[in-house]
């Protein structure tokens, strides 16, 4: 069982440039999310979704849009990349959207921006 | 709103020796409560979870957490650290999408 997979593992990119980061996970489950990781900020929630068809904004979701065409796919585009979205992003899922969950996380994203 | 803080960035400490690490959380409702744990250049893993019941809960790998209402605090303790304890350490609160705090390094040295 794969988990959660991620792609790519790294990405070097310029500024202007349209990005889209790939999560597909196997579990079946309901809710997935984007989080970006920065150093001293922790992780924040990008977007989310609870079930397939939906989507829902975060804490820090300007700059990003999310789809959510079926249950195991969830990817993030940036439409315009810029240096402040440099940064490590993980995906993760969780059986249902609900408070008490585990979250299963895949092993990330590292974005540069230049 | 919600907020977690950890009160400390980086916590060395030597192989065998007792660890703590701090989290505090600010909320007006009843939250559920966890720790993460990154292993370097992994993804994050749940380490440990309180919802509800026991106020003190455990890791299979001898880590604990006590939920403390009053001082609205879940800290992290293990009374004798490996070096494979290395990692980075989160804690997080969920009303309903969780928030993270700032995350805690723990570097295990021999």
């Known amino acids: 069982i794969a988990g959660i997979t991620q792609a790519p593992t790294s990405q070097i990119l310029a500024a202007g440039r349209r990005m889209t980061l790939r999560c597909t996970q196997d579990m079946r489950h309901n809710a997935m999310y984007w989080y970006r990781q920065d150093l001293g900020l922790g992780l924040r929630l990008i977007h989310y979704s609870n079930t397939a068809g939906t989507t829902g904004k975060g804490e820090v979701p300007d700059g990003y849009s999310v789809s959510r065409a079926n249950t195991d796919d969830f990817p993030l585009t940036l439409a315009s990349a810029v240096p402040s979205q440099t940064s490590v992003y993980f995906c993760?899922?969780?059986?249902?959207?609900?408070?008490?969950?585990?979250?299963?996380f895949g092993p990330g994203t590292r974005l540069t921006v230049l | 709103a919600q907020s977690v803080t950890q009160l400390d960035s980086q916590v060395p400490v030597f192989e065998e020796a007792p660890v703590e690490l701090r989290c505090n959380y600010s909320s007006s409702v009843s939250v559920y409560l966890f720790w993460y744990v990154q292993y370097p250049n992994q993804g994050l893993q749940l380490l440990l979870k309180?919802?509800?019941?026991?106020?003190l809960v455990k890791s299979i790998n001898g880590f604990e957490a006590e939920f403390n209402k009053s001082q609205t605090s879940f800290h992290l303790r293990k009374p004798s650290v490996h070096i494979s304890d290395t990692a980075e350490y989160f804690c997080?609160?969920?009303?309903?999408?969780?928030?993270f705090g700032q995350g805690t390094e723990l570097s295990v040295k021999p």
């Open positions: 309180y919802l509800s019941g026991s106020t």
């Open positions: 997080a609160v969920s009303e309903g999408k969780l928030i």
């Open positions: 993760a899922s969780s059986e249902e959207g609900t408070s008490y969950n585990e979250q299963f």
